[in-house]
């Protein structure tokens, strides 16, 4: 059986002139690296669940995006990110919200759904539940990014909530997501974010809603969103991939692009989505915004990297 | 042309013989005078939002409720509500979760959805927003219900995460709702709820989540669930009725009695939702547990109460 997996590292604006070749590369190869993490996995049999927690995680972990090391400041200063993961095999799902000083949120996530009757759980508490289970505590300064605090402090001083890539600036700093079908014929997405920059402590986004910005179902599909989160929510933009698919018997294609095309524009929303068909393991990876860090890996090996 | 609205007071197990006659007839009288609240507005020409808003108003002031006054306690004694308000017309929505010591918390998603750029607040930083926007402070006292307390201690003693009405006793507690359909066809949902009975603090639930515990599209309906929190947001149910509506063809109650009677099983879920069809403005109140505390009134007058 072919399985697949497809990475993101956030969608927006990413002006052409404004990314160093550094930056590229440094982007292109956290991307690379996580779709290996998660194909080694898969290609030893391995469950879709774990190969898209191992890709997130290598997201998490690169400097260069805004999802654990590399999270983006909330108007108070603090990193606070949300993070969700689902299994398309029996819909368990788990999520995090809000939670600050944590390695990897992407973990977190799955130990909620691993380990409690909840699906999601936010703020100080979750964190503690969380770290009880096994979760990985770090200090703010490990997850401290020298150029995401410059990029703070101007968008407070400009009074603005900035999505991911909206400023015309040299730094990628996305939210990350993986999918992936196993051979099993199981799927699963996972997404992680530090959300928008300067945004307000307590804001929640669609990363860590099951339906908005994670969703998988073998029946369908499995979607990770990126970009106004705002926008995912109100039209639960991860669950009507799956719902087109089903219901009204458009192909992964067909599905995702009206989504990001069609129905997403309506609501004033820009960004992308990474999906795979569950039935076929084929990848979909449509944006409506200047560009999206995507990726993808299949099983004879087709490697596909791109922003623009 | 007709408007009609409806409200719940939750689902579950809710035994005949354990509901003494005092609190059945509390019950009622409180999702009547919601009902009429409601229906004020409508009958005035008003707006489906302000409907709904002012029968969830009347229902979190009730205490006979899981919501606002008489809201259950979560693990560590604390009482955290969640609260989400959804417009047909603009599919904007405003959302709190686990937050405290607000009066009406149903107003408060609806600050988050009029007054800032974002869906969804949480925890003590949302309480601070939301004040500051306007949302009436109140101290925990205010909200305290003794039977409520005794309920969460027996709760505790036995170990358990409780579901609104999953235990034996004499008590009402559920999570409360409002649908409306208002003269000019646009359609509203509200719902409101202090969660599960010694639920992780921690813990958000369906309630607060759009797509999960509550919906609204005048292209469809308007959807507010209660029951199993994690099943319905581990199948989107209120956004699911309006996709089978949408893409699938069926009515509002073949689309309602699909989610309740064969999706929400197969997740282990039990509860129920009310609906109204944002064309005909027909109401569904379909439930697939022993009882939901339920009500429903039309541009003719017509009342309808019921709990099993």
Not at 50 to 56: N, P
Not at 121 to 147: H, I, K, M, S
Not at 252 to 281: M, N, S, W, Y
Request: negative net charge.
């Amino acid at each position: 059986m072919t399985h697949s997996i497809a990475v993101h590292g956030g969608a927006g604006l990413i002006r052409r002139h404004a990314l160093s070749p550094a930056r590229e590369q440094e982007a292109r190869d956290a991307l690379h690296e996580a779709l290996q993490a998660g194909d080694r996995v898969l290609a030893a049999g391995g469950d879709a669940v774990e190969a898209v927690l191992r890709a997130v995680c290598v997201l998490e972990d690169a400097p260069v995006f805004n999802a654990g090391r590399g999270a983006v400041f909330a108007a108070d200063g603090t990193i606070r990110m949300d993070a969700a993961v689902m299994s398309g095999a029996d819909r368990s799902a788990g999520a995090v919200g809000a939670v600050q000083r944590l390695r990897h949120p992407i973990r977190a996530a799955d130990l909620v759904r691993r380990t409690t009757p909840h699906v999601l759980l936010v703020g100080a508490d979750a964190e503690e539940r969380v770290v009880a289970a096994g979760a990985e505590r770090c200090t703010d300064e490990e997850l401290f990014v020298q150029e995401r605090w410059d990029h703070f402090v101007r968008a407070r001083a400009e009074g603005r909530v900035a999505l991911d890539h909206d400023l015309d600036d040299a730094e990628p700093k996305g939210t990350v997501g993986a999918v992936a079908r196993d051979a099993h014929g199981h799927v699963a997405a996972a997404t992680s974010t530090g959300g928008l920059a300067n945004k307000h402590p307590a804001r929640v986004g669609d990363t860590p809603i099951v339906g908005a910005g994670t969703w998988a179902w073998d029946h369908t599909c499995a979607v990770s969103a990126t970009g106004h989160g705002e926008a995912m929510m109100r039209c639960c933009a991860a669950a009507r991939v799956s719902a087109l698919m089903e219901l009204a018997g458009l192909d992964l294609a067909a599905a995702t692009a009206r989504v990001v095309h069609e129905e997403l524009p309506l609501l004033g929303g820009t960004g992308g989505l990474i999906a795979v068909d569950a039935r076929t393991g084929r990848i979909a990876l449509p944006f409506n915004s200047g560009g999206m860090y995507r990726g993808s890996l299949d099983t004879e090996g087709n490697l596909h990297i791109a922003i623009w």
